[in-house]
């Protein structure tokens, strides 16, 4: 068990260890995952104690690190790679949504591609172009991929775990701008957490709050501003994005009637809106409210000054929740 609290960040080191000394397949490459321990710090100290033949530094050279990756797993290795920045996964899409994603169908079930892209996701860091971008929409569209995506030290460790245990590919996507926000106490006990699970974070019974990554500390702050007000808010953390626990979902908005989704990503197209559509399909006659989304801007992320202005923030939740409200 960890003796201190711990960061998000912190519990990806952590479970990562955990899986290099319980299991002898798993390695983890990517740009500067070694000696210098990522750029973000997620591999550090990993390449002192598991060596350079479990700890690769790659080329600068992001197709290649997927390339590799894609042939280590479906020949019985479980590689975790990084992709360093959310921006930078673009030249991987090719192998992970040609190959790695279709591994299982392919070859009916002989070979499967049992791999992590560990990618940091997500704006509010002050970061540059390519580096400040949700892309999630681009894999929960492609069958064969899971697309994963921790808000918490404890998530973060639990469904890692999980997802290195996986047989099939894993999308996991860190949101950074939490990596050090808060801490947690995080067992080190190897107890994955279940994937293809929705977590109900609070109860409610006026309204669904539906997110995921770093916007479920803005929601958890907007559901304790309505209830000040009388309104109770149930908040959902979807964190398995793809496949969708969507019955989660609907049984709470059978319950409270309205729903707010919220998320990062531009609004067109974003996740969200495939989850607007079910609602709409499935729970038309328990909606006493249209669907809400708060979303970032059908623009690329502005840098610096507008950042967290383009970022859904707590009081625009606020707002959208109010306008559900209001229908009687």
């Known amino acids: 068990m960890s003796a201190q609290p711990i960061t998000l960040i912190e519990a990806i080191t952590q479970a990562l260890a955990h899986e290099l000394r319980q299991d002898a397949s798993v390695v983890v490459l990517g740009e500067d995952v070694g000696v210098n321990g990522g750029v973000f710090r997620a591999t550090a100290g990993l390449s002192a104690q598991f060596g350079p033949e479990r700890i690769l530094d790659t080329p600068l050279d ?47 079930g002989r070979l499967t591609c049992p791999m992590v892209l560990r990618v940091p996701w997500g704006g509010g860091i002050r970061a540059p172009e390519h580096h400040s971008e949700a892309n999630e ?9 899971r697309v994963v995506m921790p808000s918490s030290p404890q998530r973060a460790y639990g469904l890692l775990l999980a997802a290195i245990r996986d047989p099939d590919p894993v999308i996991y996507m860190e949101p950074k701008r939490i990596y050090r926000q808060y801490k947690e106490l995080v067992p080190d006990d190897g107890e994955a957490l279940p994937l293809d699970v929705c977590y109900v974070l609070r109860d409610g019974s006026d309204i669904t709050l ?39 979902i609907a049984e709470s908005v059978a319950k409270t009637g309205r729903c707010v989704i919220v998320h990062e990503a531009p609004r067109t197209a974003g996740f969200g809106a495939e989850i607007a559509a079910r609602i709409a399909h499935e729970c038309l006659f328990d909606l006493l409210a249209p669907v809400e989304r708060v979303t970032g801007y059908d623009t690329h992320i502005p840098l610096f000054r507008l950042e967290m202005k383009y970022l859904p923030g707590t009081d625009k939740i606020v ?7 209001a229908y009687t």
Request: proline fraction near 5%.
């Open 62 to 108: 992001e197709t290649t690190i997927a390339g590799l990756t894609v042939g280590m797993a479906s020949q019985g290795m479980r590689p975790v790679a990084e992709a360093q920045f959310d921006g930078f996964v673009y030249p991987m899409v090719d192998f992970v949504i040609s190959h790695a994603a279709r591994m299982r169908y392919r070859t009916r």
């Open 137 to 145: 929409a681009i894999f929960t569209n492609v069958p064969g991929l």
């Open 210 to 248: 539906v997110t995921w990554g770093a916007q479920v500390k803005e929601t958890l702050e907007a559901a304790e501003a309505l209830a000040k007000e009388g309104i109770s808010a149930e908040v959902i953390d979807v964190a398995t994005l793809t496949p969708l626990d969507f019955p989660t």
């Open 319 to 325: 707002t959208a929740a109010k306008r559900a409200m």
